[in-house]
């Protein structure tokens, strides 16, 4: 099954995602390969182990979309602008609401936005234990009412495993599965999806076992990240000799730039249109 994707065990389990796969969460965003007829489309999904309804174990594909579908109907539930907006601000509803599955009975869940894919996740508002103290601090009755609503809730006082006090503010997350910290100021979906790129790039280390690493090697080491980016660039000049210059002078050569991007950009149509049907 991995190797029909491009991905390989090796692979997955040298990047740390198969051990999480394993403990049945997602992997983080991994690049994969669909070949359909003569054509292959590159993407990228995040990959997770699920059981059907025999209990059989397969690979669940969650394929990054460029935005969230909230036009269309999600499991029978249509976003009014409202919750669009609040889905588009925070990454959560705020609420439950009763969604319908394909083969099965309505049940009250809530609702998130996975910040890697943009995939709309549902998670059973009865599978959700919310304790009444957190960090160290007991709710008072509005605050649990609150937390149970999917509200996001102020709690200040916390105390974290090192001992030092902290607030936050606390929401139920469905792609978490559970309750989500949130730190500072409620900042919109685009921009956690930012900070979490940033906060990424910058866990590349400068020492490892009290070396210090050479440029190359700091490169290696953050080549995952990068790649999302310096892909693009290099599929460009992989597909459609984008290292040369056919022309003379600026203007030219930045048509010539714009239009090997569409080019690029039509080759993908096929993936892209595919990530959206898929799940």
Not at 128 to 147: A, T
Request: hydrophobic share 35%.
């Amino acid at each position: 099954m991995l190797d029909s994707l491009g991905l390989s065990h090796e692979r997955l389990e040298q990047s740390g995602e198969l051990e999480k796969m394993l403990n049945w969460q997602k992997s983080n965003l991994v690049s994969i390969a669909i070949p359909i007829g003569d054509t292959t489309i590159y993407t990228e999904a995040r990959l997770a182990f699920r059981t059907d309804n025999e209990g059989n174990i397969g690979l669940a594909i969650h394929a990054m979309r460029k935005e969230p579908q909230l036009d269309y109907p999600y499991m029978g539930y249509k976003f009014s602008p409202e919750e669009k907006e609040q889905l588009l601000a925070t990454g959560n509803l705020g609420k439950t609401i009763e969604v319908t599955p394909k083969s099965g009975e309505p049940f009250a869940a809530y609702v998130s936005i996975d910040p890697q894919t943009n995939e709309i996740i549902a998670l059973r508002a009865d599978r959700v234990s919310i304790p009444q103290e957190i960090k160290g601090v007991i709710l008072s009755d509005q605050q649990y009412k609150d937390l149970v609503e999917g509200k996001a809730v102020k709690v200040e006082g916390m105390t974290a495993k090192s001992g030092k006090s902290f607030d936050a503010t606390l929401q139920v997350n469905a792609e978490k599965k559970g309750i989500e910290f949130i730190f500072g100021e409620n900042k919109s979906l685009k921009e956690r999806q930012e900070q979490r790129q940033d906060r990424q790039q910058s866990k590349a280390p400068r020492k490892l076992c009290g070396l210090e690493l050479s440029e190359k090697q700091r490169n290696k080491a953050i080549s995952p990240i990068r790649s999302t980016i310096e892909r693009t660039f290099s599929s460009i000049r992989r597909w459609f000799h984008g290292g040369r210059c056919r022309y003379r002078g600026l203007a030219k050569t930045h048509t010539q730039n714009i239009l090997k991007s569409i080019a690029f950009n039509l080759y993908r149509t096929p993936g892209i249109i595919m990530s959206s049907c898929i799940g």
